[in-house]
């Protein structure tokens, strides 16, 4: 610990609660983790079982994991170091079953996905969103849109529930023939994708997959 600076030797023998570090990069913020690491295990405030390092990248958990090698001594086997897709799968996977998850699924890479929805794109029921052309755009751009809405954690009921609501609040605000026809059309769009995000998710069930 001799080569880090004041500030550094702060955060590894940081105490209770959490410790926000700002830093750019190259400024040490990897060399201060394995510190903090090796200064609660060795100072037995902490068990191996009980430290979780997440990180973005695959590369960035590798680094770490070799760097945590060198300085702790043999036998720290249960240290867990991943990424947040790492930890979550893993998470999934332990306890999958208790959120109704099929046992033994398989979570798919991002030109799975790709191919899932190309390979199901008849079974969307899409009409006003149908690629009359090469759909390679069109499933990109549906894919994005899909994974939105799990990133904002949006149920397909919610998202059904959701094109109701349009409906009711179009009718309420538009009137006459040329409104009526803007309504109409408005409708169809979310409803066809709340409907294709709906039986998307329908069909990953089906198939033990997750996205």
């Known amino acids: 610990m001799t080569q880090l600076n004041a500030q550094q030797k702060q955060a590894v023998k940081h105490a209770d609660g959490p410790l926000l570090i700002v830093a750019g990069a190259g400024t040490g913020k990897t060399t201060?983790?394995?510190?903090?690491?090796?200064?609660?295990?060795?100072?037995?405030?902490?068990?191996?079982?009980?430290v979780l390092i997440i990180t973005f990248t695959e590369k960035a958990a590798e680094e770490l994991e070799v760097r945590a090698d060198k300085i702790l001594p043999y036998g720290w086997v249960d240290l867990w170091i991943?990424?947040?897709?790492?930890?979550?799968?893993?998470?999934?996977?332990?306890?999958?079953?208790?959120?109704?998850?099929?046992?033994g699924f398989k979570l798919l890479s991002?030109?799975?996905?790709?191919?899932?929805?190309?390979?199901h794109l008849d079974e969307f029921e899409l009409d006003y969103y149908r690629?009359?052309?090469?759909?390679?755009?069109?499933?990109?751009?549906?894919?994005?849109?899909?994974?939105?809405?799990k990133d904002e954690n949006i149920s397909p009921q919610e998202y059904?529930?959701?094109?109701?609501?349009v409906k009711q609040n179009f009718d309420?605000?538009?009137?006459?023939?040329?409104?009526?026809?803007?309504?109409?059309?408005?409708l169809k769009k979310?409803?066809?994708?709340?409907?294709?995000?709906?039986?998307?998710?329908?069909?990953?069930?089906?198939?033990?997959l997750l996205d």
């Not at 201060?32 to 009980?50: D, G």
């Not at 990109?140 to 849109?145: D, F, I, P, Q, V």
């Not at 066809?192 to 198939?207: G, P, Q, T």
């Open 131 to 149: 690629p009359l052309g090469n759909p390679t755009k069109f499933i990109h751009a549906l894919a994005e849109h899909f994974s939105r809405l």
């Open 32 to 50: 201060v983790l394995i510190e903090r690491l090796n200064f609660l295990l060795q100072n037995k405030l902490a068990k191996a079982e009980e």
């Open 160 to 165: 059904l529930d959701f094109a109701l609501e």
């Open 172 to 186: 309420q605000m538009l009137s006459g023939e040329e409104s009526a026809k803007e309504a109409e059309l408005e």
């Open 82 to 103: 991943d990424t947040f897709h790492g930890f979550c799968q893993r998470i999934l996977e332990d306890h999958g079953l208790e959120v109704g998850l099929p046992g």
């Open 110 to 119: 991002q030109t799975e996905q790709w191919m899932f929805i190309r390979k």
């Open 190 to 208: 979310w409803q066809e994708l709340a409907n294709a995000y709906h039986i998307y998710n329908r069909l990953l069930l089906d198939k033990g």
